[in-house]
């Protein structure tokens, strides 16, 4: 519906006023009708349209010339094009009495058509479409429409210290292409717009999620100008007879739980008090009154999270050395061989190193001794206390799957390999534009600063969320906590982006949850409706523990992968029937963990029990993951795993390298090597992911992680990071409720 205006008239002198092309004027002809005037006629020039608009007549007569006049009729006026000159359209109504040829009298009204236009990416084709129909509405939908605004989290210009939407400055030609285009189109006399004022303007309680700068023609980019922000809502803007005024619109924040992500710009165009009133004292002044208002509303993209079984762009591994462990481990060593004045030189010079480099160190004075024994164990402690030979599989995984590597050296990390606990890369998209944004996590360990000083840059951008307090991070703040479902449909109802699936907890009594600020931010995205899973059974107590997903040729496209006690109780049990009960678990681990026979594992009934409530706890979970997310038992494959009570509290860590925590690279999967029983020359717990896996076209690397990272309660998906393609899905395109 064209928005309207009520105009009066007067038949004492002529009214003018400003019609703006779209609008319609609605004529007060019965409050200028003189006293005894009982019909109306109305008159106007070429370009002037009018309607007569009469509830008690059903249907207007064609010749009609004299309209009855009554409270309830209405004159409709419109015009199609803007003026050249000031008041060059007019319509005039004249009034008569009963019977009487003549009119008693006529109320002119002088017209100037101007354009008023205020649009956006409102169609979100990725260009500015001028008079859409509804821009003051924002629906979703593949026939939805509204503009879309992304949060200006990157930085463009490596010199500057924060993020782009932290300054009231467009760094360059990279910082505009951040931002989306807003532009206010303005046409009609220069006169008109000299007289009134044109206001483009921002609600209060909006102006502190966006920022707008206009466009100065012929100028750098760095001299445009912020108009509109946390330091002004509204601005007068100087408009011209035939002009376009482009503006660059940011967005500073993120949908959450006080900001529904929706923000309205507003062009008001005021009619100043006539001049009369300006040579009176201010206090007898009246402000300028609005005759016209266009909008166009927003919606910021929120920060979605990529799924692991899209194709990947970056993977990210920790390079680290083990220094505390490598030297306990020599001077136990030394001790053993009697060499107690090498013991307290070790010591001394473990107190006195720099971390980085006390490995070499030791070195260097374990080769004075001439024992050339001891000088080649502790080599082999050496090569071992650095994780060299897990990066170099790292570098060849990515290889075969066609991404980058990049990796995190010991300055950087400062001894913290866990670089899925320290963050989540997912991705903001308008239909201009997308680019990776990194989640940092609220862990705040060694890593802290790695996302915000090596991923933040051009087209990387940053958001973190922690509580305003002094509050300490639990395990479960840790993003290894946090795992999004690949696409799926419940019920009828489509994920297209998948589900965030958050671990926490349901029935202990000392319970451990994610911060409250972490889970308000990821439910205030929308787009991916987030689901709550038992994960406090676990020591660390990560989803990523006994869940992932792997692409699918067919089906829903995708598996999820559970672990599973009872699956790895059943595969032992068919391998001691076969007649290998002595075969043993961690063969070849003998200087790092005792090994143990199929036939002792099955034996142990303490650990069978802790492995019956794991497995109830997994259960408890797949119950809630079929639901949630429209799962049957034919999208879910078990993967044996078993689980040990870790003392005092009873809650599980990993009993061997738990495969479910895998870094799945498309097809390429690198799985933490199980060190299972040997049967027939080849790792039976291996051979049995191999067999579920492989004809699903998977391929299946298993990487040893085990001192560097399974001694640690930890895996090769806690070791990792991916940075991935978005979803080919646009999230505006959602259907929602």
């Not at 010749?63 to 409709?76: N, S, Y």
């Not at 360059?172 to 009609?188: A, N, P």
Request: net charge negative; charged share 25%; glycine share 6%.
């Amino acid at each position: 519906m064209s928005q309207q205006r009520w105009v009066r008239l007067s038949t004492e002198k002529p009214t003018s006023t400003v019609y703006v092309l779209g609008t319609e004027l609605s004529l007060d002809v019965c409050g200028a009708a003189p006293a005894g005037a009982t019909a109306f006629q109305v008159q106007k020039t070429l370009g002037v349209n009018y309607v007569v608009q009469d509830p008690q007549m059903s249907k207007i007569p064609s010749q009609v010339t004299r309209w009855p006049l009554h409270v309830g009729v209405e004159v409709i006026v419109t015009m199609h094009k803007s003026s050249w000159r000031v008041n060059d359209g007019k319509v005039t109504v004249s009034y008569y009495q009963a019977n009487e040829k003549a009119p008693m009298a006529a109320a002119v009204l002088q017209l100037t058509c101007v354009e008023i236009s205020l649009d956006a990416d409102s169609s979100r084709s990725g260009t500015v479409t001028k008079r859409v129909t509804d821009k003051r509405k924002w629906t979703w939908g593949p026939d939805g429409g509204g503009a879309i605004l992304l949060v200006n989290c990157d930085r463009d210009r490596p010199r500057t210290m924060g993020l782009d939407c932290q300054d009231e400055k467009v760094e360059s030609e990279g910082d505009l292409k951040d931002m989306s285009v807003m532009i206010l189109t303005t046409r009609g006399p220069a006169d008109v717009f000299k007289k009134h004022q044109l206001v483009l303007h921002v609600s209060a309680s909006e102006n502190d999620k966006v920022r707008a700068f206009q466009a100065q023609e012929g100028r750098e980019v760095s001299q445009y100008k912020a108009v509109l922000g946390p330091r002004n809502a509204s601005y007068e803007v100087k408009a011209g007879r035939d002009q376009e005024t482009v503006f660059y619109v940011e967005g500073l924040a993120f949908p959450d739980v006080d900001f529904s992500g929706l923000v309205s710009f507003h062009v008001t165009l005021l009619e100043n008090p006539s001049t009369v009133w300006r040579y009176m004292p201010k206090s007898c002044q009246h402000p300028a009154t609005p005759i016209f208002s266009d909008s166009v509303v927003f919606r910021v993209a929120p920060w979605i999270m990529t799924p692991n079984t899209l194709p990947p762009r970056t993977v990210y591994v920790c390079s680290i050395s083990d220094s505390d462990d490598f030297v306990d481990e020599v001077v136990e060593l030394a001790e053993s061989r009697g060499y107690s004045c090498l013991v307290e030189a070790v010591e001394e010079l473990y107190r006195e190193s720099e971390n980085p480099g006390v490995v070499a160190d030791v070195c260097r004075l374990v080769r004075q001794t001439n024992d050339r024994d001891f000088v080649a164990a502790v080599s082999k402690l050496a090569r071992e206390s650095k994780n060299t030979d897990f990066v170099g599989a790292m570098k060849e995984l990515a290889w075969k799957a066609g991404c980058a590597l990049t990796i995190c050296e010991g300055e950087k990390n400062h001894g913290d390999r866990w670089i899925q606990d320290e963050m989540e890369i997912g991705y903001v998209q308008a239909p201009h534009k997308w680019f990776p944004v990194v989640f940092d996590s609220p862990r705040n360990r060694e890593l802290k600063d790695f996302p915000f000083k090596d991923l933040l840059g051009p087209d990387f951008g940053y958001v973190k969320r922690e509580p305003a307090t002094d509050q300490v991070a639990s395990q479960l703040d840790s993003f290894g906590n946090l795992e999004v479902s690949p696409p799926v449909t419940v019920r009828g109802k489509e994920h297209p982006l998948g589900r965030i699936l958050i671990g926490s907890y349901i029935s202990r009594t000392e319970n451990r949850e994610m911060f409250k600020v972490v889970r308000d931010f990821l439910y205030a995205q929308k787009v991916q409706s987030p689901v709550e899973l038992d994960s406090d059974w676990l020591v660390v107590g990560h989803v990523d523990e006994f869940l992932t997903f792997v692409p699918a040729p067919d089906r829903k496209g995708f598996r999820l992968l559970l672990a599973s006690p009872a699956a790895c109780y059943k595969l032992l049990k068919q391998k001691e029937e076969e007649g290998h009960g002595e075969a043993l678990m961690f063969e070849g681990k003998l200087d790092t963990c005792n090994q143990v026979k199929v036939r002792s594992i099955l034996a142990d009934r303490d650990l069978q029990s802790s492995n019956e409530y794991f497995q109830k706890c997994i259960d408890w979970n797949r119950d809630i993951l079929k639901e949630e997310l429209g799962l049957t038992e034919e999208d879910i494959i078990d993967v044996p795993q078993l689980f040990t009570p870790e003392d005092p509290s009873g809650q599980a860590a990993a009993y061997f390298p738990d495969m479910v925590n895998m870094l799945v690279l498309e097809k390429h999967l690198g799985i933490p090597k199980p060190f299972g029983p040997i049967v027939n020359r080849q790792c039976c717990l291996e051979r049995e992911v191999r067999r579920l896996l492989e004809p699903l076209g998977l391929s299946c690397t298993f990487i040893d992680d085990y001192k560097a990272y399974h001694q640690k309660h930890g895996e090769i998906h806690c070791g990792t990071n991916v940075c991935r393609q978005p979803l080919s899905f646009k999230w505006w395109n959602m259907t929602m409720p």
